[in-house]
């Protein structure tokens, strides 16, 4: 939603009577409601040990995700003193000033969780994370071998003075600020001293252990280092040392109507977002005043910006771990994702596409499907044409495999990469340049509206017929997050479905108006109106006396129209189940407002990602599958699919799987209260098949070995 969009909706709730703060919640705010959450999987002792370390790294990145992006963007506003304010009624500064006080706590938390919790339980396993002042002579001597000849040499210290000025810090790198004393083979004066880690070096090292020991000893490098870092200066004494880390602005900015080459305008600013503007300072609690404010003034910052930590500044190097320890006792228990029986033993995936409607409900049902259905088409010589969005995909993937294999057989490829895709805009300048250079044609979708739509479409010449073979998403192309993510996947030779995803296409790569779709709701042109109509309906029917229904499953619930149209709907009687994963602005069950709308947060082994609704629509049913959460960005300032799910069978399985199981979730559900904060349902319970996430591994998967 853009400045005179907000403003209008911000005077139009006030001119309603109702305070702000009283119809809305702060989405920054809610979003670190949401990262405490990820952070109390951490300390769920029913969950593998090794797990509820990964959960806590989790809540470290997002943490970190936040101030590259969300406090960057105020803080950005703060300087250019722009007056905006949030749907809750703050001011960019009010809200940096409460983020400030929340984060703090969630900081405090997580690293209670940490020294308190993890490392003693980690340490009962045999497993220890060791400290300098625990080395055994044996581990002493290793570590200093270790460190001469592995990180010496590629360390460069640097002495502040007017020929040293104080060096470029690389976002959310590992560095050490140093007090020496002495004099130097130049006989300068000593002082400060900036020490940069390479980041080619890794955070945690195994350390030798007797050999008739059962316990396995790690060590932070960032100890490794503390520890000799008077190596890197001879002769000096060494007074002070501390670790400390910098979060820069993450988000690019390119006027894309200026440019005439969005890559080559992107590349420039991916070289310069790891020294955009500091946003926040890491440093250990016994770091003097003095070197705090002094990191502070050279990054530009305030007081209000520094964080003090109660061990290493970067929480996220722990998740290294995990691939270092073969302990599958303390990890949660392999799975093999099913095969859908028409699949399993189909030589030809397309024949059984068109004999009917496929969905897919990953992680629990495989990805393979839709790399194979690629794959094969890449290879048939009947297909003349495959076209595709690719938002994110991963390093070495075997979807881009398929669709450079297309392209060198001659066939029409055509990819739509959205090069703007946050934090993967170097993996897609990449595969963009690759496809490139085998022929296919690339582009980059439409300025100023991100291409997050999931969508590829096959062409195939039978007979005298062109058929088109869809896939239509909720998640990305990528087949690594596919195995950890909840996602949904529709195979379909619907030809309406086709010509639908057709359009858009063409809309993507040509120039033209849109014509109306038939069955998928898109953004920016048809999808936001459609909800409020489906939501607007389902009041109408409610006061009508009809049975009225409204369920959806969500990432974000941000948009104002869409949360006013849910107020609206609870006040006329509508009953509304909202599973929200992330931030949610809407405020549930406030009286005379949203009395009938309840949203609960589902946190579990997999990362809740799928979009779906659900509209009771007079008996109809109407389901929904999409791309798009109910954001502004995705529901105006992005190109989305929504569509819908027409099989009477697939659409129960649909309702039932991944709608009402994660209603009836007592265990690992967090309740959303009218004040925006979460009450858990029962963090006692036994975590076991009344978890939805646990049901469908059990009725779907099978165990590996």
């Known amino acids: 939603m853009d400045t005179e969009q907000m403003d209008s909706a911000t005077q139009r709730v006030t001119d309603e009577g109702s305070p702000l703060e009283s119809r809305f919640v702060n989405r920054d705010l809610s979003l ?111 570590a200093e071998r270790y460190f001469r000849e592995q990180v010496l040499p590629v360390m460069t210290p640097i002495g502040l003075d007017p020929a040293h000025p104080f060096p470029r810090i690389q976002n959310k790198a590992l560095n050490f600020i140093v007090v020496v004393s002495g004099h130097d083979a130049y006989e300068r004066d000593a002082g400060i001293a900036v020490v940069q880690v390479p980041r080619a070096l890794p955070r945690v090292l195994p350390m030798p252990v007797d050999p008739e020991a059962t316990r396995v000893d790690l060590v932070l490098l960032s100890s490794l280092v503390h520890a000799h870092v008077s190596e890197l200066f001879p ?123 496929l969905l897919l409900h990953h992680p629990y049902e495989s990805f393979l499907p839709v790399v194979d259905l690629l794959r094969k088409a890449a290879d048939d010589p009947q297909v003349l044409a495959i076209k595709m969005t690719l938002y994110r995909v991963g390093g070495d993937s075997p979807i881009i495999e398929a669709l450079v294999q297309a392209a060198r057989s001659g066939k029409q490829v055509t990819a739509v990469i959205e090069l703007r895709a946050r934090f993967d805009e170097e993996r897609n300048i990449a595969l963009a340049t690759r496809l490139q250079e085998v022929g296919a044609s690339v582009v980059y979708g439409i300025v100023g509206y991100k291409t997050h739509s999931k969508m590829l479409m096959i062409v195939r010449r039978e007979g005298e017929l062109l058929r088109r073979y869809c896939h239509l998403g909720t998640g990305n192309y990528h087949v690594g997050t596919a195995r950890a993510y909840t996602d949904l996947s529709l195979l379909t030779a619907d030809p309406a479905l086709g010509e639908d995803v057709h359009q858009m296409f063409l809309q993507l790569t040509g120039l033209g108006e ?52 849910l107020y609206r709907a609870s006040q006329a009687g509508v009953r509304v189940d909202l599973v929200v994963r992330g931030a949610c602005c809407l405020r549930p069950g406030v009286p005379g407002l949203s009395e009938t709308i309840t949203v609960r947060s589902i946190l579990g082994r997999f990362l809740e990602h799928s979009r779906i609704y659900w509209f009771r629509a007079g008996g109809a049913n109407r389901v929904y ?55 858990h349902t029962d963090p006692s319970g036994e975590l076991g098949l009344d978890h939805p996430q646990e049901q469908l591994l059990t009725a779907l998967c099978s165990p590996d070995a």
């Open 514 to 565: 849109a014509r109306p779709l038939q069955k998928i709701l898109q953004s920016p042109f048809t999808l936001h109106g459609a909800l409020i109509d489906l939501i607007d309906a389902e009041a109408q029917a409610a006061l009508r006396g009809e049975d009225a229904r409204i369920v959806a499953k969500l990432n974000a619930l941000t948009e104002v129209g869409v949360i006013e149209a």
């Open 625 to 679: 599958c999409s791309s798009a959460d109910w954001m502004s960005r995705n529901l105006i300032r992005r190109v989305e699919s929504c569509f819908p799910i027409e099989d009477p069978v697939l659409r129960a399985r649909m309702m039932h799987e991944d709608l009402i199981n994660y209603l009836r979730d007592d265990i690992q559900a967090w309740v959303m209260q009218p004040d925006g904060s979460y009450v």
């Open 235 to 357: 002769g000096m004494e060494v007074h002070e040392c501390h670790q400390f880390r910098v979060t820069r602005n993450g988000d690019l900015w390119v006027d894309e109507e200026e440019v005439e080459n969005l890559l080559q305008a992107l590349q420039g600013e991916l070289r310069e977002r790891q020294f955009a503007e500091a946003v926040r300072l890491e440093v250990p609690e016994d770091c003097p005043d003095d070197l705090a404010q002094f990191l502070l003034e050279n990054f530009s910052l305030e007081q209000a910006d520094l964080y003090r930590v109660d061990g290493p500044v970067n929480l996220h190097r722990l998740s290294s771990i995990l691939d270092l320890l073969e302990r599958h006792d303390l990890r949660y228990t392999p799975f093999t994702p099913a095969l859908p029986r028409s699949l399993a033993s189909a030589e030809d995936p397309m024949a059984v596409i068109r004999s009917g409607d």
């Open 32 to 142: 670190l409601e949401f990262n405490h959450r990820v952070l109390q999987q951490a300390l769920d002792t029913r969950i593998p040990l090794l797990e509820r370390l990964r959960f806590l790294t989790i809540s470290s990145t997002n943490l970190d995700e936040f101030f590259e992006v969300r406090a960057a963007s105020h803080k950005e506003q703060v300087l250019h003193g722009v007056r905006k304010r949030t749907l809750d009624g703050r001011t960019s500064q009010e809200t940096l000033e409460e983020v400030a006080v929340r984060a703090r706590s969630l900081v405090a938390a997580q690293y209670h969780a940490l020294n308190e919790v993890l490392l003693p339980e980690l340490a009962t396993q045999g497993i220890r994370i060791v400290r300098r002042s625990e080395w055994s002579d044996g581990q002493q001597a290793w």
